[in-house]
């Protein structure tokens, strides 16, 4: 039996409880969110003891090399002395420069952090409040472009984050920022690779920032960008979408509701089904998914099956914490 020491007190953790489920039981404001691996909300550091390998996976090399590791996944095999404290490099202060609604469920949240603060478009951040409350979002800007970071934040019924932002946040407020973490990038090789992007709801926010990186980048391949939603009503960035891709050969939006009236001439229907009936081969593709975890799971072993490179597809799937 191994023993947890945090501010002073010790946990002993139940046989197969993870660091997480243990602080929490004992009563320790350990952040998290998804508690699946998915979101690095549940990060922690180590000053003595040595956490589970596994624990550390997609934990970027510098936060690992200091002792930071996913409490989500450490079922605890030393005896481990934890701190939430940061190390001085772990997180930046990002200060709210907007908060706009670009649907009566979407916001825009605009973010300046307050030093420098490097990250590929697509890539995602875990914004912490004061609190501790944090929650993974990802980025749909794109540096050296925009001088702000921009996020979409959908709300969701009951959400704490999300109602946070759409009911108390506002212009001046400050919010703690870790990461950039992921790999929903545009990478510099993929130059003429034709590209599938396809997201729902807010899965647009780090598509949009793929599809900039690319154009900025002057992509020569294809480029599809696929955004769904339930209803027209649903696919809130329509009007920059068609600007964006507007004159521009080979680079396509397609709305894509799931009911209602077509947009823009588009297609209706499930967005996998969408989305395979145009690019039955995706054999030399790369494909960027996003959104609902369900279908972005779905999507991604069709695009393999479909003939993608499984390190040619980039999936970020939204997974939320579980129901309470
Ligand atoms: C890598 C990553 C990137 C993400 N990027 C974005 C992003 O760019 N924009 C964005 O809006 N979200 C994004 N998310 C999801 C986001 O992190 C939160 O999970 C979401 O905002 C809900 O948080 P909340 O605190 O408002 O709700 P919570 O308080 O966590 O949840 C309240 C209740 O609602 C349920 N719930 C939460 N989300 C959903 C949902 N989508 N559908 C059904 N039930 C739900 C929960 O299980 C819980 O019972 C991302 C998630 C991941 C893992
Ligand atoms: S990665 Fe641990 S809570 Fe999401």
Redesign the pocket.
Known sequence: MFTLRIDGREIAPRPDETVLDALLRSGVEAPH??RAG??RACLVRATAGAPPEDAADGVPPPLRERGWFLACLARPASDLTLTYEDDGETSVEAEVRSVELLAPDVARLALRPREEFSYRPGQ?VVLRRDDGLS????LASVPGEDDELE????R?P??????FVFEDLVAGDRLALRGPF?SCVYPETAADEPLVLAGTG?GL?PLLGVLREALRRGHGGTIDLYHGGRTADDLYLDERLSRLVDGRDGVRYVPSPLGGPPVRGGPVGRLDEVVFARHADLTGHRVFLCGAPDLVQKMRKQAFLRGAELDAIHA?P???????
Not at 158 to 163: D, K, Q, R, V, Y
Not at 318 to 324: E, G, M, V
Request: charged share 15%.
């Open positions: 969110s998804c998915a979101c995602y929650r993974p979002y990802s996020l979409h934040v959908r969701v009951g959400g704490a984050f999300s109602g992921g807010t926010a970020d939204f997974l939320s914490a579980p129901p309470r």
